[in-house]
């Protein structure tokens, strides 16, 4: 249901677009327009490779249709959710995807008014007392005085409330006391895990740091000419230096962060070129064709040295979480198990890049929670190009005619919410991406809303 209604709301917004773009336009334009692709097609979900379908198949449960028919369902669902989210401004609470298949999506608002609004967008409501921002400002507040007694923080759209939870008997009620929050906010969960980076200092064939440590290279990236890979910061400091898998000199970390956030990125020498591919089961290639991230409740299959591949589903958006280091703020919480070595592997939805690994509890033999720091944040701070393996350039300006112009750049990382202007018109961020050729904001509904 909601897949066809999604499509049907993302081709009327599209004429739309296109209606404008003709009445508006020079005299002699055409008449007609080929549609923009749907959210499916411009996240390329057909093109998963049968190695991360299995992988779905291994961990979630799903036959290879089935497999199939999420990761299109979510990219219909991510696409709805982020021009809901646009439509209910400040009364937004949240939004989820549930089912075997990520078929249902639910968006929840503080105003009743606003139900019919999201049914006829083909969601379920959910009318709730909070906000999603005013339980963000909880959560940073209980983050300012977070211990390791109480490890890990969240935004919980589903039961709309902060989730702290506690290693200790009373520990969350003394960081409530601590914060003068309201304990009506907040739901304490008890936990006997120790989230930790995954950093390992045992052999194994990722990359080393300065010969010993090891991490998992998480997305290969340019700038300018160099080339390199993203990775997670609590993996090597600025002027690290890193051998690859063959024990082959292989760069240096240009910049880190850790705590605070954990990114970072190496830049490797002549000797090694950035590919547009993460490794697969088997050692198979799966390619990597965009970066825009996936909503709560969306499968996520994550690449590293130790495990190989494994799956499971996004649980919440900007979690923190404290480690023996220091907090982190603004990491992916994820069901997917993952060991030490795993650091800095890669998180993919689908062929989009979702973040570099982080750390978490447990293992990938009884299971355990792990979490990612999201790529984009990365890509932004130091200048990045996701290396992708492209796609349609789309339509593009006739033969003879000019670049339309605007503020719009191919290789800028947009957060949703933010503006650009192309062709003449202005355009609203709706999910955060990093932008790329084909990927102009008239051709994809899914990403840009049209002002």
């Known amino acids: 249901m909601l897949q066809r209604q999604a499509r049907a709301a993302c081709t009327a ?14 005299a002699g334009a055409p008449a007609t327009a080929a549609p923009p692709p749907s959210p499916a097609a411009t996240l390329r979900t057909a093109d ?4 991360l379908l299995a992988a779905l198949g291994r961990d979630l449960g799903l036959t290879p249709t089935q497999a199939e028919a999420r990761l299109a369902h979510e990219a219909e669902a991510g696409a709805t959710a982020a021009r809901l989210r646009d439509r209910l401004g400040a009364a937004f ?9 990520s078929a249902t999506l639910t968006v929840a608002t503080t105003r009743p008014a606003d139900a019919a609004a999201i049914r006829g967008a083909g969601a379920r409501a959910a009318v709730v007392p909070r906000t999603l921002a005013g339980l963000e400002t909880a959560r940073a507040a209980l983050d300012r005085a977070a211990d390791a007694t109480t490890p890990v923080r969240y935004a919980d759209p589903r039961t709309n409330a902060v989730v702290v939870e506690e290693t200790a008997p009373g520990a969350a009620a003394r960081l409530l006391a601590a914060t003068r929050t309201d304990p009506a906010l907040v739901r304490v969960v008890r936990t006997a895990e120790a989230p930790r980076p995954l950093y390992d200092l045992r052999g194994g064939d990722a990359y080393y740091m300065n ?6 290279v998480g997305f290969p990236v340019t700038r300018g000419a160099t080339q390199g890979f993203a990775t997670a910061g609590h993996c090597g400091r600025a002027g690290t230096t890193t051998s690859g898998f063959n024990q082959v000199a292989q760069g240096t970390f240009q910049a880190s962060v850790f705590p605070g956030n954990d990114m970072a990125w190496v830049a490797a020498n002549a000797q090694w070129a950035a590919t547009p591919y993460v490794k697969g089961s088997g050692g198979a290639n799966v390619q990597v064709t965009g970066s825009v991230l996936q909503p709560v409740g969306a499968s996520v299959c994550r690449s590293g040295s130790t495990t190989g591949w494994h799956c499971g589903t996004i649980q919440q958006h900007n979690t923190s979480v404290t480690y023996p280091e220091g907090t982190i703020s603004g990491v992916t919480r994820t069901t997917v198990c993952a060991e030490p070595g795993d ?14 690994t982080s750390g978490g509890s447990g293992n990938c033999s009884a299971g355990g929670t792990t979490f990612f720091q999201p790529l984009n944040p990365i890509l932004s701070a130091y200048g990045l190009t996701l290396t992708t393996t492209g796609g349609d350039p789309g339509p593009g300006p006739g033969p003879g005619e000019p670049e339309p112009g605007g503020t719009w750049r191919a290789g800028t990382v947009y957060a949703a919410g933010a503006t650009a202007t192309y062709g003449g018109a202005n355009y609203r961020c709706l999910q955060g991406h990093q932008a790329q050729p084909g990927w102009e904001p008239p051709n994809v509904p899914a990403l840009w809303q049209r002002l």
């Open 13 to 26: 917004l599209a004429a739309a677009g296109l209606l404008l773009a003709v009445t508006g336009g020079a």
């Open 343 to 356: 650091s800095g592997g890669s998180y993919l939805s689908g062929s989009q890049a979702q973040g570099v």
């Open 211 to 216: 010969g010993s440590g090891r991490c998992s």
């Open 48 to 51: 998963a490779p049968p190695e």
């Open 93 to 101: 609470a949240g939004a989820w995807v549930d089912g075997a298949d």
